[in-house]
Nanobody, 127 residues
Framework: QVQLVESGGGLVQAGGSLRLSCAAS????????MGWFRQAPGKERQIVAA????????YYADSVKGRFTISRDNAKNTVYLQMNSLKPEDTAVYYC????????????????????WGQGTQVTVSS
């Protein structure tokens, strides 16, 4: 079992940047593939980015490609989401999630594949 705590959200103007962090505890972080999801009011939760357990493989939603970067530091039990060139449509609650995997290159892209979730952090981008 793993506990996840997100931080780094806030209010930023369009074009600005934020870096989200997700600290994991309670289990061996390097055995989990990780993902960032977001949910805007009235909308379904959607994948933003995902990363394999070693960090060697990543996935990005089309809407964030070229603007967001997911990374992880297994020594610090932390996954990051660097968000640049933010747009008002990026406004949402952002969640990190963990999925226990065996194969090193596995990347999970759907919410049903993730068992563990953080509490979320609000990101608001003003126009």
């Amino acid at each position: 079992q793993v506990q996840l705590v997100e931080s780094g959200g806030g209010l930023v103007q369009a074009g600005g940047s934020l870096r989200l962090s997700c600290a994991a505890s309670g289990s061996t972080f390097s055995t989990y593939a990780m993902g960032w999801f977001r949910q805007a009011p009235g909308k379904e939760r959607q994948i933003v980015a995902a990363i394999s357990k070693s960090g060697g493989r990543t996935y990005y939603a089309d809407s964030v490609k070229g603007r967001f970067t997911i990374s992880r530091d297994n020594a610090k039990n932390t996954v990051y989401l660097q968000m640049n060139s933010l747009k008002p449509e990026d406004t949402a609650v952002y969640y990190c999630a963990a999925s226990a995997v065996v194969i090193d290159t596995t990347v999970r892209t759907t919410s049903k594949d993730y068992r563990y979730w953080g509490q979320g952090t609000q990101v608001t981008v003003s126009s």
